[in-house]
């Protein structure tokens, strides 16, 4: 027997060798960097914690892949509820970071992730920049996503990135058909360029009083735009956000009104919409609102067709069914048979782990 072990182990070694090595993961991230790992990432750094909510269109418990996270953007209140109902291992995250573009290179090494996701708003940024070589130093690899800054054009994509890097691939490409299904469907309808379309204001951050903070370019401006409607803002705000005056609102007199508004607004006596918010509270902080001097002297609230939407629609994939609720506003006889709450409610109950009640939109006709 003694005599068979070299040959054993020969045999032993060669079949080691001939065995296949575990697959590399190389993935080209929203600034077409490259981003390698080893196996699919299982210890992750949320440079935006509300991007939790973004793994779990990808993973039935994104809490478990999660060992810290930036909290200056984290998850609001009644959607980390939901989360920590299901998942208690939550409040085990670490913080990474509590200020705007600001995190903890030391905290984030100690964790010992396999990958730190940032946002594209942390690009350029000085300070960011170093923390990023910093980490990327230490061995750990970063990838850049983007819900925010250009969403129609990077939520996919980002989407798909985050599950090649996490093992959520299949999940990431049935939800990109789903969301390419229906903005597909949208483009597809408003394709004639003899359609007119309405002009539309977007005040951001409604409230009666310091009007008006309106959006020039980015996603809002986007979405109206995909939504077959065109931004007035766009003549008059140089960059993303602006202000213009009440008096400009009223001489402008746009076709459509759309205020945006959260939870954030209640203290400002502005427009509360968003998880957690009843119809009823968010009605009556809509009527608050157009019914203020100046706002009530609008074509567009007299004729019924002012809105409100919840603002955080401008940071997360369900901002298609926000497009669909502007298309069908806009176009009320091309999109009869579109549903926006029935597209939200089969995100929610389709990818989402968790399901969070609330108002996402109000009108004059509700």
Same mark, same amino acid.
């Given at each position: 027997?003694?005599?068979?072990?070299?040959?054993?182990?020969?045999?032993?070694?060669?079949?080691?060798?001939?065995?296949?090595?575990?697959?590399?993961?190389?993935?080209?991230?929203?600034?077409?960097?490259?981003?390698?790992?080893?196996?699919?990432?299982?210890?992750?750094?949320?440079?935006?914690?509300?991007?939790?909510?973004?793994?779990?269109?990808?993973?039935?418990?994104?809490?478990?892949?999660?060992?810290?996270?930036?909290?200056?953007?984290?998850?609001?209140?009644?959607?980390?509820?939901?989360?920590?109902?299901?998942?208690?291992?939550?409040?085990?995250?670490?913080? *990474?970071?509590?200020?705007?573009?600001?995190? &903890?290179? $030391?905290?984030? =090494?100690?964790? %010992? #992730? /396999?990958?730190?996701?940032?946002?594209?708003?942390?690009?350029?940024?000085?300070?960011?920049?170093?923390?990023?070589?910093?980490?990327?130093?230490?061995?750990?690899?970063?990838?850049?996503?983007?819900?925010?800054?250009?969403?129609?054009?990077?939520?996919?994509?980002?989407?798909?990135?985050?599950?090649?890097?996490?093992?959520?691939?299949?999940?990431?490409?049935?939800?990109?058909?789903?969301?390419?299904?229906?903005?597909?469907?949208?483009?597809?309808?408003?394709?004639?360029?003899?359609?007119?379309?309405?002009?539309?204001?977007?005040?951001?951050?409604?409230?009666?009083?310091?009007?008006?903070?309106?959006?020039?370019?980015?996603?809002?401006?986007?979405?109206?735009?995909?939504?077959?409607?065109?931004?007035?803002?766009?003549?008059? *705000?140089?960059?993303?956000?602006?202000?213009? &005056?009440? $008096?400009?609102? =009223?001489?402008? %007199? #746009? /076709?459509?009104?759309?205020?945006?508004?959260?939870?954030?607004?209640?203290?400002?006596?502005?427009?509360?919409?968003?998880?957690?918010?009843?119809?009823?509270?968010?009605?009556?902080?809509?009527?608050?609102?157009?019914?203020?001097?100046?706002?009530?002297?609008?074509?567009?609230?007299?004729?019924?067709?002012?809105?409100?939407?919840?603002?955080?629609?401008?940071?997360?994939?369900?901002?298609?069914?926000?497009?669909?609720?502007?298309?069908?506003?806009?176009?009320?006889?091309?999109?009869?048979?579109?549903?926006?709450?029935?597209?939200?409610?089969?995100?929610?109950?389709?990818?989402?782990?968790?399901?969070?009640?609330?108002?996402?939109?109000?009108?004059?006709?509700?």
């Amino acid at each position: 027997m003694i005599r068979f072990r070299p040959l054993s182990l020969m045999l032993a070694l060669m079949a080691g060798l001939a065995a296949p090595a575990l697959a590399e993961i190389r993935a080209t991230d929203i600034l077409g960097r490259e981003v390698v790992l080893q196996e699919p990432a299982s210890r992750i750094v949320l440079g935006e914690g509300r991007h939790m909510a973004v793994l779990g269109l990808l993973h039935p418990d994104p809490v478990a892949k999660v060992v810290g996270w930036r909290t200056d953007k984290g998850l609001d209140e009644p959607t980390l509820a939901a989360y920590r109902a299901k998942f208690p291992a939550i409040d085990a995250i670490r913080s *990474v970071g509590t200020g705007n573009r600001e995190i &903890s290179v $030391e905290t984030i =090494i100690s964790l %010992d #992730p /396999d990958l730190v996701v940032l946002s594209l708003m942390d690009a350029g940024d000085p300070a960011m920049e170093r923390a990023r070589d910093q980490i990327e130093a230490a061995g750990i690899a970063v990838a850049y996503v983007d819900f925010f800054a250009h969403p129609q054009e990077n939520s996919i994509p980002s989407l798909r990135l985050l599950g090649q890097l996490t093992g959520g691939s299949a999940r990431a490409e049935e939800f990109a058909e789903f969301y390419e299904t229906r903005l597909a469907r949208i483009r597809d309808r408003l394709a004639d360029p003899a359609i007119r379309r309405p002009s539309v204001f977007f005040h951001v951050h409604a409230a009666p009083t310091n009007c008006c903070s309106t959006v020039g370019s980015g996603v809002f401006r986007d979405f109206i735009q995909t939504a077959g409607g065109e931004n007035i803002g766009s003549g008059v *705000v140089q960059g993303v956000l602006g202000n213009v &005056s009440l $008096e400009f609102l =009223i001489g402008a %007199d #746009p /076709d459509f009104y759309i205020a945006t508004g959260g939870d954030h607004m209640r203290a400002r006596g502005g427009l509360v919409l968003g998880p957690d918010i009843s119809e009823a509270e968010a009605q009556e902080s809509f009527a608050a609102l157009t019914g203020a001097t100046g706002f009530n002297a609008l074509t567009a609230v007299e004729a019924g067709r002012a809105y409100g939407v919840w603002h955080l629609f401008n940071d997360t994939p369900s901002h298609i069914a926000l497009i669909e609720y502007l298309a069908k506003a806009f176009h009320p006889d091309l999109f009869q048979d579109v549903d926006p709450a029935a597209t939200l409610r089969e995100i929610e109950t389709r990818f989402s782990p968790v399901q969070v009640p609330g108002t996402w939109w109000i009108s004059a006709k509700n």
